[in-house]
């Protein structure tokens, strides 16, 4: 069959020629297409909002960052955090943060919702790399359910990668221990008014 | 079967095969140069062509590039200027992140606001970086400018006029109409001297990208419109050669 199929392209090096170009040409077309769906906005910061909270009313507040808090934050991100606020939603015990970290070049906005110190939700509401969009599909987000936030500021259960989005990864991991991180400070300042 | 050194082998295939070396003899370097610049094209964003700014005095006025005075907003006794990169400074200090260009930029209690490309960016009233609001917080898209009346602070664009209260996180219609508005907005002036010269050393000023110039070479539209149809004459003589070289494979077999 090998042989046949050499021959083929001995007697017609011109058609073996163009179904190269053909075929290489539909790759490339195809890597395209995958790069362009990589990034968008996904969902609005209202409607990730909403769908947290659902039909119950939610309270907008404000968490401004003391120096203490930055030093915190500054050890989960690995690098200090740009604004002196950060605004939540707060729903009794429920919490829901956006929030934005660099993956390789631009930001990548992400919603957590965390009720009772443990992560209900991770959603990535805007992704703006070529690559490694692969984040935002709920069988990689599903991982962070129930995940909390260790003494050390690192996620209380293990995160499964993903090949070639591995600074993508570790950005919604960053987040999702700097929300669970705020949601305690939150929480204590309310156990302390 | 029929080649070359037998006597069947005919003169127009002689004649092909010399007028096949001539043409590839004059196309060879550009030909190498397109498929070169061709292939750098392609692979534009991993090789970062694009962040590669060439600021060369000579290629600048080629391009009738000038280095446009530096332009800010006064507000509040504060100068709001942008760095034409990415970020925004105040009276000299590089205060936030900001993408160009900077729109607009009032004040009222609350503090300093900025209107970047894509995003409203708070300051405290001495000018550090509170918050950014963009899009995806629910702020207005295409927003032409701020103002503010009464203290309250308004999102132009061209046909609607918002409320926005920073504080309260909240977006409403604006009671007066847009183009009452759009007069109160700060208008955008020329530096002092002394923040123009601090940003011309923050700044690499105008210039040109890596890709822009090797896209422009590639097209030929370097060198104008006698460049674009000396790159389609090059084309031609390239289908030519492809042709006079089918020829010659078809002759010798």
Not at chain 1, 43 to 69: M, N, V
Not at chain 1, 78 to 95: C, D, E, F, M, W
Not at chain 2, 92 to 115: H, V, Y
Not at chain 2, 151 to 180: C, H, T
Request: charged share 15%; with cysteine.
């Amino acid at each position: 069959m090998r042989r046949q199929t050499s021959a083929a392209a001995d007697r017609y090096p011109a058609a073996a020629f163009l179904s190269l170009i053909i075929g290489l040409t539909l790759s490339m077309t195809s890597l395209a297409a995958a790069t362009t769906a990589a990034r968008g906005v996904f969902q609005s910061g209202p409607d990730f909002i909403a769908e947290c909270f659902a039909s119950q009313p939610s309270e907008k507040k404000t968490l401004w960052l003391t120096d203490e808090l930055r030093e915190q934050v500054s050890k989960i991100l690995g690098h200090p955090i740009a604004g002196l606020r950060v605004r939540y939603h707060q729903n009794g015990s429920k919490t829901a943060w956006i929030l934005e970290e660099i993956g390789k070049e631009m930001p990548i906005t992400i919603g957590v919702m965390v009720d009772n110190h443990t992560i209900q939700q991770v959603k990535i509401l805007a992704y703006r790399e070529s690559r490694g969009g692969e984040v935002r599909y709920p069988a990689y987000t599903r991982q962070y359910q129930g995940a909390s936030l260790k003494p050390d500021l690192s996620l209380s259960q293990s995160i499964d990668g993903i090949t070639g989005a591995t600074l993508s990864v570790w950005a919604v991991n960053k987040v999702a221990a700097l929300a669970l991180y705020f949601d305690g400070v939150v929480t204590q300042q309310r156990t302390d008014a | 079967m029929t080649n070359k050194t037998s006597p069947t082998f005919s003169h127009s295939a002689r004649t092909n095969i010399l007028w096949h070396r001539r043409l590839g003899l004059s196309v060879f370097l550009l030909l190498i140069f397109l498929a070169i610049s061709g292939f750098a094209l392609n692979h534009s964003p991993a090789l970062k062509l694009n962040q590669i700014a060439l600021s060369n005095n000579w290629l600048l006025s080629w391009y009738g590039l000038e280095k446009a005075p530096a332009k800010g907003f006064q507000v509040d006794g504060q100068w709001l200027y942008h760095n034409g990169d990415a970020e925004l400074f105040v009276d000299g200090t590089e205060a936030a992140p900001c993408r160009a260009p900077l729109l607009s930029a009032a004040a009222n209690d609350n503090g300093l606001f900025a209107l970047c490309a894509d995003s409203l960016v708070m300051l405290t009233p001495q000018g550090q970086f509170v918050e950014q609001f963009s899009a995806i917080d629910g702020l207005p898209t295409a927003l032409q400018g701020l103002a503010v009346v009464d203290n309250r602070l308004y999102l132009i664009n061209e046909s609607i006029a918002a409320e926005f209260d920073p504080e309260r996180w909240s977006i409403s219609p604006a009671p007066m109409a847009v183009d009452k508005l759009a007069r109160s907005q700060q208008a955008m002036a020329t530096l002092p001297q002394a923040l123009a010269q601090q940003l011309e050393q923050h700044q690499s000023g105008p210039s040109i990208s890596l890709e822009t110039v090797i896209l422009d070479l590639h097209s030929g539209r370097f060198f104008g419109q006698f460049g674009v149809l000396f790159i389609d004459l090059i084309g031609i003589l390239i289908c030519i050669l492809s042709i006079t070289g089918l020829i010659a494979w078809i002759n010798r077999r």
